[in-house]
């Protein structure tokens, strides 16, 4: 089943009604604390384990990028480590066609 929805622009999008919705999970921390972060994942049982994920830290940003579906923002952090997701912001997003 499809509904509109309306888009950024505000023309309006059909979307399946019952999609799971997506998030990016933007994940920041500091030089000193990348060793931490990447530590955290070690025992820890979750979906995005030994998947590859977008980052910045051999360039010096020190942030880490993850799409996820989830019900909600709290489901979709808790696909991570404790001391990650306490350092990660949940944001739904959908994709969108660009003129």
Do not use: N
């Not at 020190?62 to 709290?74: G, K, L, P, R």
């Amino acid at each position: 089943m499809f509904r509109d929805i309306p888009d950024v622009a505000g023309r309006g999008v059909a979307a399946s009604v019952g999609v799971v919705p997506t998030f990016l999970l933007c994940h920041r921390h500091a030089a000193k604390e990348c060793r931490f972060a990447y530590a955290a994942w070690k025992g820890t049982e979750s979906p995005l384990r030994h998947r590859p994920a977008v980052s910045s830290c051999s360039k010096g940003g020190h942030m880490v990028w993850w799409t996820v579906e989830a019900s909600d923002a709290h489901a979709a952090l808790s696909q991570l480590p404790g001391y990650v997701a306490d350092r990660t912001d949940a944001i739904e997003v959908a994709e969108v066609p660009i003129p």
